[in-house]
């Protein structure tokens, strides 16, 4: 079963997506924002953090490049989940700062397939 770990400051953003991917299978724990995140993730050991890039105290890439540090060279996968502009995300990806994104704005049923496929892929 994978693991993933949501890090959202909206509580009803996590939740949907919380039981979105319970309900297929997957293992979830929510942070409700930056803080308190790099214990969530020594204690969960999950396999992706999906990121809301706009929480207050730490902007979203600069929160994965620190969770990337303390992965304890475990290769996690990074995801961001936001309704930040969609060619600002793709630029991200293609900088190597996350491995996809996925809009807010999308259907959630969309998200597990997503995720499915970065564990899938070469």
């Not at 994104?101 to 959630?108: A, C, G, I, P, Q």
Request: proline share 3%; net charge negative; charged share 30%.
């Amino acid at each position: 079963m994978r693991k993933v770990l949501v890090v959202e400051d909206s509580g009803f953003d996590g939740r949907l997506v919380e039981l979105v991917l319970c309900s297929h299978g997957w293992q979830v724990q929510t942070c409700g924002g930056p803080f308190g995140v790099l214990n969530k993730l020594k204690e969960f050991e999950p396999d992706v953090i999906l990121l809301d890039l706009e929480m207050p105290g730490l902007y979203g890439y600069s929160l994965a490049s620190l969770l990337k540090e303390h992965a304890g060279g475990r290769d996690v996968k990074m995801v961001s989940f936001s309704a930040v502009d969609e060619r600002l995300q793709k630029e991200y990806v293609d900088k190597g700062m996350f491995d996809g994104y996925f809009m807010k704005s999308h259907d959630l049923y969309g998200l597990k397939e997503m995720l499915d496929e970065l564990f899938d892929a070469p």
